[in-house]
């Protein structure tokens, strides 16, 4: 798999956001099974439909 995104300001670590990998709303089906998932990463919460948008 390969991700690829593009910036347009340099890294702002108090602008990071995120949803949980196995957020249930997303339904993904992962080729392998979830074996080493740092902290950070296993700790963004699901998404909530109800909340600000992110995108503007």
Do not use: M
């Not at 990998?21 to 439909?49: C, E, M, R, T």
């Amino acid at each position: 798999i390969e991700v690829t995104y593009l910036v347009s300001a340099p890294y702002t670590p108090t602008a990071e956001w995120g949803v949980r990998f196995s957020d249930p709303l997303f339904d993904i089906q992962w080729p392998l099974p979830v074996s080493n998932i740092s902290d950070k990463d296993a700790g963004w919460p699901l998404y909530d439909v109800n909340a600000e948008p992110f995108f503007r």
